[in-house]
């Protein structure tokens, strides 16, 4: 039977591929080190367990509102009031089965054939597809590594077309870590107000920051780019869910509202049990955050440091996330490989070290590395590495 040309436009999950890859040599028994996963290394902390552990005791098993339990959304809405500011109502939010399936869903409802969405690159890799699952256009602009891979505003500007209809912001970013300041979105913000674009403003690392940079939300800065804005964020990074499956998008009401009429029609509802489970999330205290921020953020001390002695690696140090994002072209070369990609295969196959080939972010002269494992882990990986480019070299 043949499938439908939407999936067969589809491009893999390079992450999910080598993550994959990474899992099947280990269970033959390979000691692998993966640098791949997208995912805290923590568990979920136990005061939320509980609440999931109360919520299925109570009966709480059921059924919800398509949109997400009141009581989540409420807590939704009060952490945006108190983390940027932002005043929403219920009907301005949605809980979805994951920050993933928000921006989905987001896509299905805003795109028509044929309509433009910019993806500043590196991206991450599941922006292209489902803007091609809605039968849009990416329109991928490459942000250039001189500039921390961040779109400026004659980029912007250059790739605006009569077929434009939305930006997305990652900030942030997967796979760089880099976040834009305040300045810097402002004069995307004017640019998506002139246009009239709608900025889809992925904020899902927002916790995770490393220096004395504020998060900020471009919907922060006016009543117009609130107006024009939607926000995607949730719990999986901040909180270490990511197997729970519950992000959330705020927004104008009609978005939301059509994007709720078409969670109705496909997964129902987010997984009740989950979402008492964000409940506690959102209102319990963030020590537990802070105490992973703590880790995450002496392990990028030490990865990034440990990189730089590599030879022919480059890699500015992000704000944020949990990934660097090195530039290793040189050292493919002084290894004799043809690509990047050539490389990341050889070091999985040789030295067990599992990495992302940046192509799957669109920049292929780089890799992703993961840093959400053991400080232990991550220095034996990276004398894996150096030792693997040694060997090549000689």
């Not at 077309?161 to 004017?190: C, F, H, R, W």
């Not at 922060?220 to 901040?238: A, C, F, H, R």
Request: hydrophobic share 40%.
């Amino acid at each position: 039977m043949k499938l439908a040309e939407r999936v067969q436009s589809l491009t893999p999950s390079t992450t999910l591929a080598i993550t994959a890859k990474a899992k099947a040599l280990k269970a033959e028994g390979h000691d692998v080190i993966g640098l791949g996963a997208g995912e805290p290394d923590f568990n979920t902390p136990s005061y939320i367990l509980d609440a999931a552990k109360k919520a299925m005791d109570d009966g709480l098993t059921k059924y919800t509102p398509a949109g997400g339990i009141p009581e989540l959304k409420v807590s939704i809405t009060d952490k945006l009031k108190r983390d940027q500011a932002l005043t929403y109502s219920n009907e301005q939010i949605i809980v979805t089965t994951g920050a993933k399936h928000a921006l989905f869903t987001l896509f299905q409802v805003i795109l028509n054939p044929g309509d433009e969405v910019i993806v500043p690159a590196p991206y991450w890799v599941s922006y292209p597809e489902q803007i091609k699952l809605a039968q849009g256009n990416p329109v991928i602009v490459p942000a250039e590594e001189a500039n921390h891979f961040k779109l400026t505003p004659e980029q912007l500007k250059a790739a605006i077309t009569d077929q434009t209809k939305a930006v997305i912001i990652n900030s942030p970013s997967n796979p760089t870590g880099m976040m834009y300041s305040e300045e810097e979105l402002k004069a995307l913000g004017d640019i998506c107000l002139e246009h009239g674009l709608l900025i889809v403003s992925d904020e899902i690392y927002e916790k995770l920051i490393y220096t004395e940079e504020k998060h900020v939300s471009i919907a922060q800065l006016s009543d117009e780019l609130y107006n024009q804005t939607v926000i995607i964020n949730g719990v999986s990074k901040s909180h270490s869910m990511t197997g729970w499956r519950i992000g959330f998008a705020a927004g104008p009401k009609e978005i939301i509202k059509g994007m709720t009429n078409m969670a109705s029609h496909s997964t129902s509802n987010p997984t009740s049990i989950a979402q008492y489970a964000a409940l506690a999330a959102y209102k319990g205290s963030e020590e537990k955050v802070v105490e992973m921020k703590k880790a995450f953020k002496e392990r990028l001390d030490v990865l990034h440091e440990l990189l730089l002695e590599i030879p022919g690696v480059k890699c500015a140090k992000p704000s944020g996330a949990f990934y660097l994002f090195p530039n290793v072209q040189e050292t493919a070369s002084l290894c004799g490989f043809s690509s990047v990609d050539d490389m990341v295969k050889a070091l999985l196959d040789e030295e067990k070290v599992a990495l992302v080939p940046g192509s799957g972010f669109g920049s292929p002269e780089n890799v992703r590395l993961s840093y959400a494992t053991s400080l232990e882990q991550l220095e034996e990986a990276a004398g894996r590495i150096k030792r693997f480019v040694e060997k090549h070299q000689s």
